[in-house]
């Protein structure tokens, strides 16, 4: 491809599960708390479910309630030394690196997101926070001494699909209801969907596997085999036949891995896919073939 010819590819990504293997605010915030992960999880699903609730709204209003009766300060810089404690499934520290490289002899800018029903300013903290172009997740407001003091974005399983269009528009303000609700002509988007692709684990990123699916885009669910086969049934039946998903890999995300080689191939598949539409357009031009 030309330089002027070079396009962009998007991988969003779930984070608990499908980069690290715990949830995010079990490395070291609930562990302040006093509860272990098991009775804050519980306990957080009673609440909800007393109230009708949703379940990211709950576990963000307990995160709060506990830290006040243990007065323990939530602020951003406390949430992002958290974040400092999360550790990664294999390959995960040079992944990035080495899929945007690999783009780059393809002539392909590759862009990585995160969308996650976890906490933002966690995420913020952690090792490969800035690997990524954004970072959609639940998050808080803040009070004048910049504690944690209501949620300002709550993300949950459905809410997911909204930010991948945000990434298909380029649209990346949340707090912009206007211009993703906005008609952009498919050739007029930041990314096109079929040079798209979202890695999930759980039975939360249904929804964006089969919108994935559905308009043309990549869906890659992954499990941890280190959690036995309960994780790899699991994840077979969020497949559900293919008819979500068509790739499952488990969660070694080093060189060579079968999940690096599969993306290697999606992005193969773009870059052929565009030069192909290239030699259209310019067969068109020479021979001035109109199609409607």
Request: glycine share 6%; aromatic share 12%; proline share 2%.
């Amino acid at each position: 491809m030309k330089a002027k010819d070079r396009i962009t590819f998007a991988i969003a990504y779930d984070f608990d599960g499908t980069l690290s293997a715990d949830n995010m605010q079990e490395y070291d915030f609930i562990p302040k708390l006093g509860v272990s992960a098991q009775e804050f999880w519980e306990e957080s699903r009673i609440l909800g479910k007393a109230h009708r609730a949703d379940p990211i709204l709950t576990y963000m209003h307990l995160m709060l309630e506990y830290a006040k009766k243990k007065g323990i300060p939530i602020t951003r810089d406390n949430f992002m030394e958290s974040g400092k404690k999360i550790s990664f499934f294999n390959g995960i520290d040079t992944w990035f690196d080495r899929i945007c490289k690999y783009g780059d002899t393809l002539n392909i800018n590759v862009e990585h997101y995160i969308i996650s029903s976890g906490l933002r300013e966690i995420i913020d903290g952690c090792s490969i926070a800035n690997k990524f172009k954004k970072i959609f997740a639940s998050s808080f407001m803040y009070d004048e001494n910049g504690c944690a003091s209501w949620p300002a974005l709550a993300i949950n399983y459905t809410t997911k699909t909204q930010y991948l269009f945000r990434i298909n528009k380029g649209t990346l303000d949340e707090s912009d209801h206007e211009l993703i609700n906005k008609f952009i002509p498919d050739e007029k988007r930041h990314v096109p969907f079929k040079r798209m692709l979202f890695i999930g684990d759980g039975s939360t990123d249904i929804p964006s596997f089969r919108l994935m699916k559905s308009l043309g885009g990549h869906a890659i669910a992954v499990y941890n085999k280190n959690s036995g086969e309960e994780a790899k049934e699991h994840v077979r039946s969020i497949a559900c036949g293919g008819r979500r998903v068509t790739l499952i890999f488990d969660t070694d995300y080093s060189a060579n891995s079968a999940i690096e080689n599969a993306v290697k191939s999606i992005l193969q598949k773009a870059a052929a896919e565009y030069n192909l539409y290239r030699l259209e357009e310019d067969t068109k031009k020479e021979f001035h073939i109109i199609t409607n």
